[in-house]
C-alpha cells in the first residue's frame, strides 16, 4: 500500500461487494490473447495484450460487444473456465471485493455449452474462495437482441442444471436492439422457478425501467442512469428502494450511458434524489479499469469520502441476493474491514 496515493489507498480499502460485474469481460488481456493462440482465433487489427482492450474505440458499444464476443469464443473447456473465473476472482479479491454476483453471458461463448461454462466457473470460484475467502454467485444473462425462444431455452437449462451457486438472471447486451418488453414471460417463468431477475437498462428510454419492475418483474437494474430524466419514474424508484448497479468508468467511456464528460454529475444527480445506487467496475480489464478505480473516480470527481464509499457497499449489501443469514456473515466482514479505515 505503500506505493498508493491517498485516494488509491482509500478507494483500495474500502469494503466492496460486486453486483455488477461480467466473466467475459473480466478476461486478462493476456489470458484471453493466450487462448486465441491456442484455438487460432484471430483478434482485431493483430492485437496484442497491450492493445487488446483499446478502450477508447469502446465509444460505440457495438464495437465493444465484438470484442467481448471474440474474447468469450476463446473460452471453450472446463479448464478454461476455470482458469478464468479463478483469476478473475482473486484480482478481485486483491481490491478488497468480500462478495461477487457475476453475469455470465453463454451467447459469448460460441464453442462451449452452458454445462462446461458451469462446472469451470464453479470450480474457479470455490479455488479463489479458499485461497482469498471472496463468495461468487452466478447470474446467466440473456442475449437480448437474440429471440425469446432463445432466451426460454437459457432459463430451462438454468432450471435443468440448477446449482445452488446459480442465483438469478440477467438481460444484457444492447438495450436498443433488444428492448424489455418481450422477454416478460420468460422473466415471469424464472421467477416462478426461483431464479431472482435483473436486467441492463443502458441507453433507455426510462419508460422502459417500470417494464422491468413490473412486466419482468426485475428487483434491481443494471445502469439506468436515465432515471432521472423522468421525475415520476424517479420518485417511483427512490420510494421503492430499487438498487442501481451502476458503473462509472465503464459508462463514462461507453457514452451510451453515465455522463460522458468525466464528471460523473448522472451518478450524483442520482445520489443525492436518494436512489439506491450500488458502485461496480462492469468489464474493468476492457475499459481500463479495476474495483478499486471505480471507487477512486468518484472520491476524486465528486469528494465522496469514506462515509459516501462504505454507503454504496451498504447499498449492495442490502441489494444483494443472500438469505438472512449469509447477509448477516456478510454484513459482519464489511463491519469489520470498515472500522480499520482511517
Request: charged share 25%; net charge negative.
Given at each position: 500500500m505503500s506505493d498508493l496515493t491517498a485516494a488509491e489507498s482509500l478507494a483500495r480499502s474500502i469494503p466492496k461487494i460486486s453486483l455488477h460485474c461480467h466473466f467475459t469481460g473480466s478476461v486478462d488481456a493476456r489470458t484471453a490473447v493466450e487462448l486465441a493462440r491456442r484455438y487460432g482465433v484471430?483478434?482485431?487489427?493483430?492485437?496484442?495484450?497491450?492493445?487488446l482492450y483499446d478502450h477508447p474505440s469502446y465509444e460505440d458499444l457495438g464495437r465493444f460487444l465484438e470484442v467481448y464476443d471474440i474474447v468469450g469464443s476463446c473460452i471453450r473447456t472446463v479448464d478454461d473456465f476455470r482458469r478464468v473465473s479463478y483469476e478473475v476472482l482473486m484480482e478481485a479479491a486483491r481490491h478488497t471485493v468480500l462478495y461477487r454476483e457475476m453475469f455470465v453471458s453463454p451467447a459469448s461463448h460460441a464453442f462451449a455449452d452452458y454445462p462446461t461454462m458451469l462446472e469451470g466457473i464453479l470450480l474457479g470460484a470455490a479455488d479463489a474462495e479458499a485461497d482469498s475467502g471472496i463468495v461468487c454467485r452466478i447470474i446467466p444473462a440473456i442475449h437480448r437482441e437474440h429471440s425469446v425462444a432463445e432466451a426460454r431455452e437459457l432459463v430451462e437449462l438454468v432450471v435443468e442444471h440448477r446449482r445452488d451457486e446459480v442465483i438469478g438472471i440477467g438481460l444484457d447486451y444492447e438495450e436498443a436492439a433488444g428492448p424489455p418488453h418481450p422477454f416478460a414471460e420468460v422473466f415471469q417463468f424464472a421467477k416462478r422457478?426461483?431464479?431472482?431477475?435483473?436486467?441492463?437498462?443502458?441507453?433507455?428510454?426510462?419508460?422502459?425501467?417500470?417494464?422491468?419492475?413490473?412486466?419482468?418483474?426485475?428487483?434491481?437494474?443494471?445502469?439506468?442512469?436515465?432515471?432521472i430524466q423522468d421525475q415520476r419514474i424517479l420518485e417511483r424508484v427512490?420510494?421503492?428502494?430499487?438498487?442501481f448497479t451502476c458503473t462509472p468508468v465503464?459508462?463514462?467511456?461507453?457514452?451510451?450511458?453515465?455522463s460522458g464528460d468525466g464528471t460523473h454529475e448522472t451518478i450524483r444527480a442520482m445520489v443525492d434524489a436518494g436512489v439506491a445506487v450500488t458502485i461496480d467496475s462492469d468489464d474493468p480489464p476492457m475499459f481500463g479499469t479495476d474495483a478499486t478505480n471505480d471507487f477512486r473516480v468518484l472520491h476524486e470527481t465528486l469528494g465522496y469520502g469514506a462515509d459516501q464509499l462504505l454507503r454504496f457497499t451498504r447499498t449492495a449489501l442490502e441489494a444483494a441476493w443472500l438469505d438472512a443469514g449469509d447477509r448477516a456473515a456478510l454484513g459482519r466482514r464489511v463491519d469489520a474491514l470498515a472500522a480499520r479505515l482511517p
Open positions: 484471430a483478434l482485431p487489427d493483430d492485437r496484442g495484450a497491450d492493445t422457478k426461483g431464479l431472482h431477475r435483473t436486467a441492463h437498462s443502458e441507453s433507455g428510454p426510462p419508460a422502459h425501467i417500470p417494464v422491468l419492475l413490473d412486466a419482468l418483474g426485475c428487483e434491481r437494474i443494471d445502469h439506468g442512469y436515465h432515471v427512490v420510494a421503492e428502494r430499487v438498487p465503464s459508462s463514462d467511456i461507453g457514452r451510451y450511458s453515465g
